[in-house]
């Protein structure tokens, strides 16, 4: 009976440890596949962590929201309500401590600091993972978009967000209509031709 129980409760504690993250797998699929998408203009940095690999830090322009509550406690979990705006990137409707009773869709965030009905925030999903010979001349090439934006009409960099119910899924980064990858790719291609 004892072995019973105890080759019982490892099955469990296998099926658990399967269980768990096969349903995050399958949650972000979902969203990815039927969430709604939406585009979050982007101002990003490259830092490197030595535990995690190569990636794009992502700095969100859409950073803060109206919000009733006045009282926050710095990294507060909070709810940010979002649309698309006219110029097809995503806009901050407000932001709330708990979930409203509304059929908009939002993201999860963590509160910053509380300014004149403001509620300064960070997004959770700030890091955009790359092939580490190919981030940092991403991280340039975005940086040297961002400042042709300042005088022209360089293109806009923007990540593509999907959202669906409690999840929010990174997608991809586009440099205007091409996928940051593709950017880097003939960015490299461009500068290895030159040098022969």
Known sequence: MNKLLITLGFIIMVAAQWFVPGKMILDQESALTTGTPYKFKTQPIDPNDPFRGKYVWLNYE?????????????????????????????????????????????????????????IYFELAFDRFYMEESKALDAEKGIRRTQLRRQDSLAPVCYALVYVKDDIAVLDNVFIGDVSLKEFVEKEQADTASKRE
């Open 62 to 118: 859409m950073a803060s929201a109206k919000t009733a509550d006045s009282i926050w406690d710095y990294r507060q979990p909070l709810y940010v309500y979002i649309k698309t705006g006219a110029d097809g990137y995503v806009e901050a409707t407000g932001a709330s401590k708990t979930m409203l009773d509304t059929d908009q869709d939002y993201v999860k965030a963590d509160a910053g600091y509380y300014r004149d009905d403001q």
